[in-house]
């Protein structure tokens, strides 16, 4: 692991991004909260909460971070290209330390999307997760990230 002893504690914000496509009657289960498993968006959200939570215990080098706030937001789509329907999932994450948090906003995305595969497997294996993605970091020494 890299050395953050020496420095300065920062409030350091990361939001992250990415998207699963399915068939339309897939997200119509969805949307419509009636899918086997119970509430599909409800239980992901949790399941990104914690996998931000649990990011150091995935991935080797991450430091184990005291996160100050997760929101994970879902937006449904039938318009991401011709005939691909699914949900967007945002995810931001905050702390103040010295290290910032752009992996446990990525891990939060990544948790939510399966976690939705997950659930809707049984009606639709041919889903996708795209686009995963940091879209914006602030805070530290780097500065601030807006991706284009």
């Given at each position: 692991?890299?050395?953050?002893?020496?420095?300065?504690a920062t409030?350091?914000?990361?939001?992250?991004?990415?998207?699963?496509?399915?068939?339309?009657?897939?997200?119509?289960?969805?949307?419509?909260?009636?899918?086997?498993?119970?509430?599909?968006?409800?239980?992901?959200?949790?399941?990104?909460?914690?996998?931000?939570?649990?990011?150091?215990?995935?991935?080797?080098?991450?430091?184990?971070?005291?996160?100050?706030?997760?929101?994970?937001?879902?937006?449904?789509?039938?318009?991401?290209?011709?005939?691909?329907?699914?949900?967007?999932c945002t995810?931001?994450?905050?702390?103040?330390?010295?290290?910032?948090?752009?992996?446990?906003?990525?891990?939060?995305?990544?948790?939510?999307?399966?976690?939705?595969?997950?659930?809707?497997?049984?009606?639709?294996?041919?889903?996708?997760?795209?686009?995963?993605?940091?879209?914006?970091?602030?805070?530290?020494?780097?500065?601030?990230?807006?991706?284009?």
């Amino acid at each position: 692991m890299v050395d953050v002893a020496t420095k300065p504690a920062t409030h350091r914000i990361a939001i992250a991004s990415g998207r699963i496509a399915m068939q339309p009657e897939t997200l119509a289960l969805v949307q419509a909260g009636t899918a086997k498993k119970g509430d599909v968006l409800g239980i992901a959200r949790i399941a990104g909460i914690q996998g931000a939570k649990k990011t150091s215990d995935l991935i080797p080098l991450c430091h184990p971070l005291a996160l100050t706030r997760i929101a994970i937001e879902f937006e449904a789509s039938d318009i991401f290209t011709i005939g691909a329907h699914g949900i967007f999932c945002t995810a931001t994450v905050e702390t103040v330390g010295p290290t910032g948090v752009e992996m446990e906003a990525l891990t939060a995305v990544q948790i939510a999307l399966l976690t939705i595969y997950d659930m809707c497997k049984a009606v639709d294996r041919g889903m996708s997760i795209h686009d995963v993605r940091v879209l914006e970091k602030h805070g530290g020494k780097s500065g601030s990230f807006v991706a284009s």
